[in-house]
């Protein structure tokens, strides 16, 4: 007698989809529950398919699922956001795109993403939100996404002297803050505004995230330490990238 499989039910977002033949789709889910997980839509492109406009990147809401041989299928959606804004802007459907790459890439199996899931959802109703620009948007999103994995840059403390830095450089070597005097390599220099603006972005709770704006120049130097310190924190090309654009 075989063991009936079960309904399992989780909350979530489809990060990506691929297209299996001319009627199936596998999709990759980030959910609450289980992780990053693979489940396969059969019958998702077929015109009277109930998975029609619910197997699709952005989606949001809750999947019943069923483990079977070691794969899941899903069986039902019932969703909460298609995030269709996002996709009717080309230039912020790309960033959108990123952003679930992003988190694809460090997502596992069975690992608590709760703050990846809220942070892809203050994140787009960032890019809906027309106050803040979506570049701004997506360096926030990155240096969040470190700070979520432990892997935030110090951004208080010099690690020459251990005093606290109002202005000065980023060490990359160290990846931290340091003063001008205590600086010994090659480093990115960093106003005190920026220096706040960090420290803002590492300690705020992911609802009070997007809650400001920058100057050019702080821009300017955010996103020039952000895209050295991406560089050496990931080995890895995100191939959503070249879509976006400056
Ligand atoms: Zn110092």
Same mark, same amino acid.
């Given at each position: 007698m075989g063991i009936k499989a079960q309904d399992i039910i989780v909350n979530g977002i489809i990060l990506s989809t691929m297209d299996l033949g001319e009627a199936d789709k596998r999709l990759v889910l980030l959910t609450k529950q289980l992780g990053k997980i693979t489940v396969f839509a059969y019958g998702a492109k077929r015109q009277k398919s109930p998975f029609i406009a619910a197997a699709n990147p952005f989606v949001c809401g809750e999947f019943s699922i069923v483990s079977t041989r070691g794969a899941y299928r899903l069986k039902s $959606? #019932?969703?909460? %956001?298609?995030? #269709?804004? *996002?996709?009717?802007?080309? %230039? /912020?459907?790309?960033?959108? &795109?990123? &952003? *679930?790459? &992003?988190?694809?890439?460090?997502?596992?199996?069975?690992?608590d993403c709760t703050d990846y899931l809220n942070l892809l959802y203050q994140?787009? /109703?960032?890019? @809906? %939100?027309?106050?803040?620009?979506? /570049? *701004?948007v997506r360096y926030i999103f990155e240096l969040k996404m470190f700070t979520i994995n432990g892997e935030a840059p110090e951004v208080y403390k010099c690690f020459n002297c251990q005093e606290d830095v109002e202005n000065g450089y980023f060490s990359l070597i160290r990846k931290c803050v340091v003063h001008q005097s205590c600086a010994?390599? /090659?480093? @990115?220099? *960093?106003?005190p505004s920026t220096i706040y603006t960090l420290q803002y972005i590492i300690s705020a709770s992911l609802s009070r995230l997007y809650c400001f704006k920058?100057? %050019?120049? $702080?821009?300017l130097e955010f996103k020039k330490m952000m895209d050295e310190y991406r560089r050496i924190m990931v080995n890895y090309t995100f191939k959503s990238e070249v879509f976006l654009t400056e």
């Open positions: $959606v #019932r969703c909460d %956001n298609y995030f #269709r804004e *996002l996709m009717e802007e080309y %230039n /912020k459907s790309c960033y959108a &795109f990123y &952003f *679930l790459e &992003f988190v694809s890439y460090f997502a596992m199996e069975n690992m994140s787009f /109703k960032a890019l @809906i %939100n027309e106050e803040i620009p979506d /570049k *701004l010994d390599m /090659k480093n @990115i220099p *960093l106003g920058v100057s %050019n120049e $702080v821009y």
